[in-house]
């Protein structure tokens, strides 16, 4: 059975950080474009990070430069720091697997193979 659990939401201030984790299980990091999406309340989902399991990594336009994804396939865990946060980032946020023809942060919600139940980022100003 498939599994991806995230954990490190919470609310912070304008400026802040948060680390957000991803434990996955049932599928192999090595068959699959990892990544990461968000939903604000009444707004699109929106791509905001992949990595490829050679190193290679995606950004949204928006996140560049704030936020970085990462992998540790030993500890089949997905990570995302997220620094100099700001309110526009307030969302709940997914971890998801998605087929390697859509890894990127502008096309990872075309090929979305699974996803987690997700985490709340608040950010205040």
């Known amino acids: 059975e498939v599994e991806l659990v995230e954990a490190g939401g919470g609310s912070v201030q304008t400026g802040g950080s948060l680390r957000l984790s991803c434990v996955g299980s049932g599928f192999s990091y090595y068959t699959h474009c990892m990544g990461w999406f968000r939903q604000a309340p009444g707004k699109e989902r929106e791509g905001v990070a992949t990595?490829?399991?050679?190193?290679?990594?995606s950004y949204d336009d928006s996140v560049k430069g704030r936020f970085t994804i990462s992998l540790d396939v030993a500890k089949s865990t997905l990570y995302l720091q997220m620094n100099s946060l700001k309110p526009e980032d307030t969302a709940m946020y997914y971890c998801?697997?998605?087929?390697?023809?859509?890894?990127?942060?502008?096309?990872?919600?075309?090929?979305?193979?699974?996803w987690g139940q997700g985490t709340q980022v608040t950010v205040s100003s």
């Open positions: 990595i490829h399991n050679d190193g290679t990594t």
């Open positions: 998801a697997a998605a087929d390697w023809m859509y890894c990127s942060a502008t096309n990872l919600l075309r090929g979305l193979d699974f």
